[in-house]
């Protein structure tokens, strides 16, 4: 048995080794304890994670709070060694061979556009590769999931869509109302993204999303990054089986290739709480009981989970990475 297990472990660990794992989303705002910041990402790089998309703000962070965290983000990342800021795919598997931890730039909501559509370009041109809709609640493009209404989207929101098609920038439709999402599935000339969703049929939450929502992105070309947070699979569990089977959910719903990880890890659940009473989150969401969250170490267990249950060494490297990346070489400029 012992054998066994040691066989699948390296198994695992060798089908890591040989391909691109990705976290999409790492919240990366001004928040948490620094100490436990700076071991997060070289904990990941020992997990074996070779891509990593990190969110510098959410609907909470206007234009100017968000250049100073772009400025000291891009300058930690140039100062290391061992990451690299991306602009494109092929940067991504270039950094891999070098041994690097390739680094993406993500916004979870738009407000930080502050309505100016030329804020598009700008930041895209600063290394920031996708863009959430809304953040939880109302903003200026529609809705988000903890709103009292579910309108759709607005002129302005139809328009910064157009804006981001343009630019090449990746919508992601996570937190994001209902009608809100729809829209947006069903108006971009491009496939939309959940970057961090999983199936409200498994957990019923309202940050989780409609089996509707995800075969209308599938069906587009689009892709739903699981998240591994505690409250969003049940009553707070980031147990490996428990993520492992919001994966298959969604597997089996829209196929395999359109699945991947966006665990939203919180290297500092203490402090998010105050984070989280920032943004306003609803008392009825359970956030502050939001503690247990996917480790970067469960990866090795995930995979291990993912070969029992009879998916292919294709099927795995596409959900750890290479779907993810099949679209991008899509989307981005």
Request: with cysteine; proline share 3%; aromatic share 8%.
């Amino acid at each position: 048995m012992h054998l066994m297990m040691s066989d699948q472990r390296e198994r695992a660990q060798a089908l890591i080794r040989g391909t691109i794992a990705a976290d999409l989303i790492i919240p990366w705002t001004n928040y948490g304890d620094p100490a436990l910041r700076k071991e997060t990402l070289p904990r990941y790089i020992r997990s074996g994670y070779s891509f990593v998309g990190l969110t510098l703000a959410s609907d909470a962070e206007g234009p100017e709070t968000l250049l100073h965290i772009l400025g000291r983000v891009r300058r930690e990342v140039r100062a290391s060694d061992s990451m690299t800021l991306i602009t494109n795919v092929a940067d991504v598997r270039r950094a891999k061979k070098e041994r690097k931890l390739a680094v993406s730039l993500n916004l979870q909501g738009s407000n930080a556009l502050a309505g100016d559509l030329n804020l598009v370009q700008l930041y895209y041109d600063l290394g920031v590769r996708q863009i959430l809709l809304v953040y939880n609640h109302k903003n200026m493009v529609g809705d988000g999931v903890h709103e009292r209404t579910d309108c759709g989207l607005s002129r302005y929101g139809v328009e910064l869509i157009k804006e981001m098609n343009a630019v090449g920038m990746m919508i992601d439709c996570t937190h994001t109302g209902y009608r809100t999402s729809m829209d947006a599935i069903e108006i971009s000339a491009s496939p939309v993204i959940f970057s961090h969703s999983n199936p409200k049929a498994l957990w019923e939450h309202d940050r989780n999303i409609r089996d509707d929502q995800a075969k209308s992105c599938a069906a587009r070309g689009g892709w739903i990054g699981v998240n591994g947070v505690g409250i969003f699979m049940g009553e707070d569990d980031a147990s490996t089986e428990t993520f492992f089977r919001n994966i298959d959910y969604w597997v089996n719903l829209v196929g395999h290739d359109h699945v991947g990880i966006g665990t939203d890890y919180v290297y500092d659940p203490v402090d998010m709480h105050r984070y989280m009473a920032m943004v306003k989150s609803p008392p009825g969401g359970n956030y502050h009981r939001m503690h247990n969250f996917v480790q970067p170490e469960q990866l090795v267990e995930l995979v291990e989970r993912m070969v029992a249950a009879g998916y292919s060494e294709t099927h795995v490297r596409g959900i750890l990475g290479e779907n993810y990346l099949a679209l991008a070489e899509r989307i981005w400029r």
